[in-house]
Structure formats: structure tokens, C-alpha cells
């Protein structure tokens, strides 16, 4: 039987610590809960990384849909570097395509800079999602939605 993991989303390493504290597996850091989680400062990340607990920071530059300019897929880039050299497990973007589906050019690109990430497929939408599911396969990455979502991806599939 397939263990399932716990994934905790904070936005403090105090809530990161709580999240270990609890039982959880792993935590998503990220700030501004309140807009849908962005991008951590390279402290918190730092901060994080030094925990006895998978981190991985949210890399979204700002609120709203998960459509990215070119500039912003610079910054997104450029978080993931600073992700990475703060130690942290990994990252999770999340970037969509003017369709709807997952922009599978800068998730590739995101995901070579990164070496190990999750891609957060909760910005689409569930057939989206379930289209996802089945195209990504990229090496060392892997493709991660709300408990939520995944029903309803799973009946998109079927």
C-alpha cells in the first residue's frame, strides 16, 4: 500500500516548524498566503532549508492567473537559482499556457534550472489538469495539484 504524504502550505518558518511538529512530510513555503502563495524571500528559504523537513518554495511572482510574460519567467528563473542555492528540496511553479494547459516550454525551462521540482497543476483547470497528468514526464520532475483537484482530474481521465 502507497503511502500518502502530508503536504503542509505555510508561509512562515514558524509554520514550517508546526507543520513538522505535526506530522506533516513535507511543506510548500511560500509568502502571502492571502493572494494564493508567492514566491518566499531568500531568507525564509534559507531559514527553511536548514529544518528536518522537505521544503519546497513556491515560485510564483505574483497574484492572479498563472499566465507569465517572458520577464516574469526571468524572475521565476532567477527565484528557482535562489531556491536552489538555499538549499531547499526543491520548487513548485506552476505556469500556464494561453489555452489553459500547463506551458510546457517554461516548465521545462523552470524545471532544467531547478534539477528537482513539482509543478503545481491547481492553477488549471481539471480536464486541463488531467491533460497534464498525462503528458508530463519531464526528468526529475513531477506534477502536484490540491486534494481537491485530483478527483476531479481522475473522472476527466477515466
Not at 97 to 122: C, K, Q
Not at 141 to 157: C, F, H, I, Y
Request: hydrophobic content about 45%; glycine content about 10%.
Amino acid at each position: 500500500m502507497t503511502k500518502t504524504e502530508l503536504d503542509i502550505c505555510v508561509d512562515t518558518v514558524a509554520g514550517a516548524r508546526a507543520a513538522l511538529a505535526g506530522g506533516a512530510d513535507r511543506v510548500e513555503l511560500c509568502s502571502s498566503l492571502s493572494e494564493g502563495g508567492l514566491t518566499p524571500s531568500h531568507g525564509s528559504m534559507r531559514a527553511a532549508a536548514r529544518l528536518d523537513i522537505a521544503c519546497y518554495a513556491m515560485i510564483r511572482p505574483r497574484s492572479g492567473l498563472f499566465h507569465f510574460s517572458a520577464d516574469e519567467v526571468t524572475i521565476m528563473l532567477a527565484d528557482v537559482d535562489t531556491a536552489r542555492k538555499a538549499g531547499l528540496a526543491g520548487v513548485v511553479p506552476g505556469v500556464q499556457a494561453s489555452d489553459g494547459g500547463l506551458d510546457a516550454e517554461n516548465v521545462a525551462a523552470l524545471v532544467r534550472e531547478a534539477g528537482v521540482t513539482e509543478v503545481h497543476a491547481a492553477c488549471l483547470s481539471p480536464a486541463d489538469g488531467a491533460r497534464a497528468f498525462s503528458d508530463f514526464n519531464p526528468p526529475g520532475g513531477r506534477l502536484v495539484t490540491d486534494s481537491l483537484k485530483v478527483w476531479a482530474m481522475v473522472e476527466a481521465l477515466a
